[in-house]
């Protein structure tokens, strides 16, 4: 079994109990990072 960058980033976030995606870390892909709607407000601190 192999990590991928996605995967480690979503189980990072879910070890402090936090939320980036909806379903398993394993699934976890770079698009559903840049597609998720629990970071958007960061996105938008970011660019105010």
């Known amino acids: 079994r192999s990590f991928f960058?996605?995967?480690?980033i979503v189980r990072?976030?879910?070890h402090a109990n936090l939320?980036?995606?909806d379903g398993l870390a394993h699934?976890?892909?770079p698009r559903a990072l840049?597609?998720?709607h629990y970071l958007k407000f960061v996105q938008e601190l970011?660019?105010?």
């Open 34 to 36: 840049v597609k998720s």
């Open 46 to 48: 970011i660019t105010a």
């Open 5 to 8: 960058c996605s995967e480690l």
């Open 19 to 21: 939320r980036l995606v």
């Open 12 to 14: 990072a976030y879910h």
């Open 27 to 29: 699934t976890a892909t």
